[in-house]
T-cell receptor, first 113, second 115 residues
Framework: AQSVTQLGSHVSVSEGALVLLRCNYS??????LFWYVQYPNQGLQLLLK??????LVKGINGFEAEFKKSETSFHLTKPSAHMSDAAEYFC???????????FGTGTSLTVIP | NAGVMQNPRHLVRRRGQEARLRCSPM?????VYWYRQLPEEGLKFMVY????????ESGMPKERFSAEFPKEGPSILRIQQVVRGDSAAYFC?????????????FGPGTRLTVL
């Protein structure tokens, strides 16, 4: 079975500072990994995904994530936080043959002016 | 191209009543997923449907919950005899192909409150 752990339910960064949101996964076979962002009272929006190929994946809004098989991690980063980045972020995993997506419990990002 | 539509956005029911949640996928999308989000938790998979067929309902409670995606019209998630523990946000997502090979687009959710 697959699962996702997001370390840190709340992260605060200053505007302009590095954003690092952590995600570790568990999967017995090569996973597909995703990061989603959720703004208040809205649905989830895909930021980026890793399926195969290059392990450093670039997404929208300046975010990127790196798939590290040896560490079973898929951490999300952004070099410089913007006020508009304040939101809830979810990491998710599935298999290429899977139907289910397994989501982490989310990390709430606060950006301090 | 309109996004995934869900209605109602907010639904209040008393214990024992029925709740019907609707999801209209994006145009051209025949794959629909339903998720439940409890407060302070991530999304939990409930059911995956492809036009007129339930592909995977392993995340759906065995009783009181059902889902359908008819040939015409929206997908419906039905909760019979609601209880307070059903209070949650219910999201649907659609994709053109199976979501692991395509991008899921999420609706804004229906927030169900059971009094």
């Amino acid at each position: 079975a697959q699962s996702v752990t997001q370390l840190g339910s709340h992260v605060s960064v200053s505007e302009g500072a590095l954003v690092l949101l952590r995600c570790n996964y568990s999967s017995s076979v090569p996973p597909y990994l995703f990061w989603y962002v959720q703004y208040p009272n809205q649905g989830l929006q895909l930021l980026l995904k890793y399926t195969t190929g290059a392990t450093l994946v670039k997404g929208i809004n300046g975010f990127e994530a790196e798939f590290k098989k040896s560490e079973t991690s898929f951490h999300l980063t952004k070099p410089s936080a913007h006020m508009s980045d304040a939101a809830e972020y979810f990491c998710a995993v599935t298999l290429n043959t899977g139907n289910q997506f397994y989501f982490g419990t989310g990390t709430s990002l606060t950006v301090i002016p | 191209n309109a996004g995934v539509m869900q209605n109602p956005r907010h639904l209040v029911r008393r214990r024992g009543q029925e709740a019907r949640l609707r999801c209209s996928p994006m145009k051209g999308h025949s794959h629909v997923y339903w998720y439940r989000q409890l407060p302070e938790e991530g999304l939990k998979f409930m059911v995956y449907l492809q036009k007129e067929n339930i592909i995977d309902e392993s995340g759906m409670p065995k009783e009181r919950f059902s889902a359908e995606f008819p040939k015409e019209g929206p997908s419906i998630l039905r909760i019979q005899q609601v209880v307070r523990g059903d209070s949650a946000a219910y999201f649907c997502a659609s994709s053109r192909l199976r979501a692991s090979t395509d991008t899921q687009y999420f609706g804004p959710g229906t927030r169900l409150t059971v009094l």
